[in-house]
């Protein structure tokens, strides 16, 4: 979890993440932090390969564009669930920050909620070909 992102869930008022290992990473330390939260300076592809020593291998990454760029630069994202929430705020931060490196991914499913959330799934495309976006092709039958 990027610092930005733990400092705004950790106002909440409950902690989402009860009972999960929740590592924020950030080179400041947490003070008072919610139990299972530790801090981590490391390369991300230092701290990927430890904690993907853990459990089942997964890592579910939570935080903003350049965090998110980080572990792009390193080809470590295999699967991008995105929520879009359908508020019209105008103007805003970018999703990835400019220069990121944006490797392809494939729609694997999209899910409605009746909050008007919706939900996509994406799964890294492996392929050899060049890396560069492809034009969105018209679904045979509808997603949703």
């Keep these: 979890m990027g610092r930005r992102t733990f400092d705004q869930v950790a106002a909440f008022d409950s902690w989402p993440y009860e009972g999960k290992r929740v590592v924020v990473l950030s080179g400041r330390p947490i003070e008072d ?21 853990f459990d089942d291998g997964d890592i579910w ?20 669930e995105l ?4 508020v019209m705020l105008g103007e ?22 009746d909050s008007g959330v919706a939900g996509l799934s994406y799964l890294r495309a492996r392929d050899e070909g060049p890396r560069i976006a492809r034009p969105i092709e018209e679904p045979d039958e509808p997603i949703i």
């Design 33 to 53: 932090g919610p139990e299972g939260v530790s801090v981590s300076a490391e390369p991300v592809e230092t701290l990927t390969a430890r904690l993907r020593a």
């Design 61 to 80: 990454l939570c935080g903003g564009g350049d965090v998110i760029a980080q572990f792009f630069r390193h080809d470590l994202i295999d699967r991008l």
């Design 83 to 86: 929520f879009l929430i359908p």
């Design 92 to 113: 805003g931060v970018a999703l990835f920050p400019e220069g990121t490196w944006r490797p392809l991914f494939t729609l694997q499913g999209a899910q409605a909620y």
